[in-house]
């Protein structure tokens, strides 16, 4: 039962993602979460007016007034519980109630605030929930982090806290009171200063740390200062080194490292020899290399992590196989089979199954200031930005962490300032001030780059030949501001300097390349996702497709009934195939051929390209000189669709970034064809929200018979 519940949650997870765009960004990570920290052994079981006694020790209720007396009334007869969620605030004195209801039951040993969007401080009562042993929170980003832990600070009892996609940006300074914590986990909290934190936990008997999926750049040097800590877990990062000072943490005994940007893994676990591993676990590595790793930890158990997603052909084999080729000579008395071949696409070709994002690779969107290559975009496209901070004393601002440095007259300096470690390459450059070289005056720089500006995006160039550094910021436009940085010593010499800045632009563009990786391997880990599920689906639809076949169709194998799928259309069409390609023909020809043939609208407000859900709407215009007109076909390969636009000049286009297409513009009986490559390329240089995009077809146009046209399609795609 506790599974089939989980599995509920999760099914309803699923039903908001796809119902409420909006919601996609926080709940993919909570898919993340639930998927990489194994929550399912943990299932909370939702408090109704009929639950029994005895089911769990762990459950669910809602911030509403009537689950709170749900709650008491469940309290009051049955004494199971051990460990609370509480999702969904809503406010009022009900919450108060809540907390008194708990503070007067002795048994509670964990608490969990599950996402409640509101919720700023927790009553004085949980002060009083003396055998409280376990926090967690998760998603509650307007919570006082800094109230609730000077209210636990007296909790003897309290052993672990989970800090989850809380976007935190101050560590709470009340950690350093809770002297018997030994657990901590914090994931999904980007903009902590961590050196800070581990400043405030070094006085408690932390001996679990646990801080993946932050987009750490670097772990702190002060982690020397928790003497006891036994575990130390930083998967998921964008760590490139660890420090030396992690060979002073004498209790350590277990070790996880996956999934981050060592460049040679040996090298930075030798940093660990000497302590008592026990548990070790890395990406994989060549075979000499993990023998080296083992001589050093004779005794720990070590394990190299292989890809989360493994090949397509390990363990998934595909029942098509097996049979006979196709043989045309028995193909003349087949008349009446062809019942598999109009379900064969309602089984094979699904609508919407498409990737939820688009192929654009990391550096494409680094240099595409339509696109913020952090991970952090919002499902409608939109992005929080990141700001460029004056050091202009008049500009400063003390609620923003980053170096102040005195200027000097007439000098305009900013820093890059970026929340927590969204960008962990910029981290290269850290306390580093940025001095601008350029024609603007100090209020036409502040006016452009500072005052009330967000940037999509920004990244480092820099010009070895001129030894100019720029600062790339994107708006509406890719800007780029000459600048050099502040010297790390005043006092050292312009070579030294120039060896120095040199040398942490080369950290900045291997991290930077790393992080690339990292980026496109995502994807590669979706595509192979999708092509597993596929593949199981692609066993299951034969089965089922074998159901409407002839039997002289049953016997044949996958090739040989794709060919007789084939031949029978082919045959079929063979009496249009002269016929020239226009759109009376192509409707006529699609039915032949199984393709679904809409008609797409042609009118629309403005330009729009959403890189989350792939769709695209575009106003397409003429250039200078070229009469464009918006009669055209795009063909889907993939979901068997040809879509028809029968606009004017300088009418809009719809379709799908996120699948494979071919476009096929007509001017009267003339087509010319154009890759999706070659499309959105030619789309994206001229793309603007408001105003038409003015397209340059290449190709020349030519007259084309249906065969000709089709043959054309299957050669493009």
């Keep these: 039962m ?14 908001l993602y796809n119902a409420f765009p909006m919601l996609k960004v926080n709940l993919l990570f909570l898919f993340v979460f639930i998927k990489f920290f194994n929550l399912s052994g943990q299932n909370y079981i939702q408090i109704s007016d009929s639950t029994p006694c005895g089911l769990s020790n762990r459950f669910s209720i809602y911030g509403t007034s009537d689950d709170v007396n749900r709650l008491q009334t469940f309290l009051n007869r049955c004494n199971d519980l051990e460990y609370i969620r509480v999702k969904g605030y809503m406010p009022g004195e009900h ?16 608490l969990e605030l599950f996402y409640n969007d509101g919720l700023e ?46 976007k935190l940006k101050e560590v709470p300074g009340a950690f350093k009171n809770l002297k018997k914590l030994k657990k901590l986990h914090i994931s999904g909290n980007e903009a902590l200063n961590y050196t800070q934190l581990i400043e405030n936990l070094k006085e408690t008997n932390i001996e679990e740390l646990s801080i993946p999926l932050n987009s750490l750049s670097d772990i702190p040097k002060n982690i020397k200062e928790l003497k006891k800590l036994k575990v130390l877990d930083i998967r998921k990062n964008y760590v490139a080194e660890l420090p030396d000072e992690i060979s ?15 460049l040679d893994i040996n090298e930075e676990l030798s940093k660990l020899k000497g302590l008592n591993i026990r548990y070790l676990s890395f990406d994989p590595v060549k075979k000499e290399d993990f023998e080296k790793i083992r001589s050093v930890f004779p005794k720990a158990t070590i394990e190299r992590k292989e890809s989360e997603f493994p090949l397509l052909e390990n363990g998934i084999t595909s029942i098509w196989d097996k049979g006979e080729p196709f043989d045309l000579s ?110 603007k005056s100090k ?43 502040r010297y790390v010593n005043p006092k050292s010499s312009l070579n030294q300097a120039k060896s120095q800045y040199e040398k942490k632009f080369k950290m900045y563009e291997r991290r930077l390349t790393l992080r690339s990786f990292r980026f496109n391997k995502e994807i590669e880990r979706e595509k192979i996702k999708y092509k597993m599920r596929m593949k199981k689906r692609e066993n299951q639809n034969w089965l089922r497709l074998k159901s409407y076949m002839c039997p002289y169709e049953k016997a044949l194998s996958k090739e040989g009934w794709l060919n007789y799928k084939d031949y029978y259309i082919l045959k079929n069409h063979s009496k249009i195939d002269t016929l020239p390609a226009n759109a009376n023909t192509l409707k ?25 859900s792939g769709k695209v709407s575009l106003n397409i215009a003429q250039r200078s000189g070229y009469k464009l007109p918006t009669k055209c076909f795009i063909y889907y390969p993939e979901v068997n669709e040809v879509y028809w636009f029968n606009g004017d000049f300088e009418g809009f286009v719809d379709f799908k970034s996120n699948l494979n297409f071919v476009v096929a513009f007509l001017k009267e009986d ?22 038409a995009i003015e397209y340059l077809i290449n190709k020349p146009f030519k007259k084309y018979s249906l065969k000709e046209f089709w043959k054309m399609m299957d050669a493009l795609k």
Aim: glycine share 4%; net charge positive; with cysteine.
């Design 2 to 15: 506790v599974t089939k519940m989980y599995l509920n949650f999760k099914n309803s997870l699923y039903f």
């Design 95 to 110: 919450w108060n109630q809540l907390f008194s209801v708990l503070s007067d039951y002795t048994r509670l040993k964990g």
């Design 121 to 166: 401080k927790v009553p004085k009562k949980i002060k009083e929930n003396s055998g409280l042993r376990t926090i967690s929170i998760i998603g509650n980003k307007d919570l006082n982090y800094e109230d609730l832990f000077k209210k636990l600070a007296k909790h003897d009892s309290l052993q672990k806290i989970s800090l989850v996609d809380n």
């Design 248 to 262: 002073e943490l004498d209790s350590l005994s277990e070790f996880m490292s996956e999934d981050n940007i060592f």
């Design 330 to 439: 028995k193909s003349e008395n087949l008349k009446g089979c062809d019942k598999a071949i109009r379900h064969y696409y309602a089984l094979f070709v699904k609508r919407n199954e498409y990737f939820n994002y688009d192929s654009l690779g990391f550096f494409e969107r680094l240099s595409d200031s339509k696109y913020s290559y952090n991970d952090k975009v919002l499902a409608d496209g939109s992005y929080e930005g990141v700001q460029l901070m004056s050091h202009n004393k008049f500009f400063q601002r003390g609620d923003v962490n980053y170096p102040k440095y005195k200027t000097k007259k007439g000098e305009i300096a900013f820093s890059i300032c970026p929340e927590g470690n969204l960008y962990p390459e910029l981290k290269a450059f850290n306390s580093m001030l940025w001095v601008y070289v350029g024609e």
């Design 443 to 485: 209020k036409e720089f502040l006016k452009t780059f500072i005052n009330n500006k967000t940037w999509k995006d920004v990244y480092l160039e820099y010009d070895r030949s001129n030894e100019t550094f720029f600062v790339v910021v994107k708006g509406d436009f890719l800007e780029k501001i000459p600048v050099y940085p």
């Design 588 to 612: 006529l020809s699609s039915k032949i051929r199984y393709i679904s043939f809409r008609e797409g609208s042609v009118t629309g407000k403005k330009n729009f390209l959403n890189s989350v």
């Design 670 to 691: 003339l087509i010319s064809f154009c890759l999706k490559e070659d499309f959105l390329k030619e789309v994206r240089t001229m793309y603007q929200d408001k105003s």
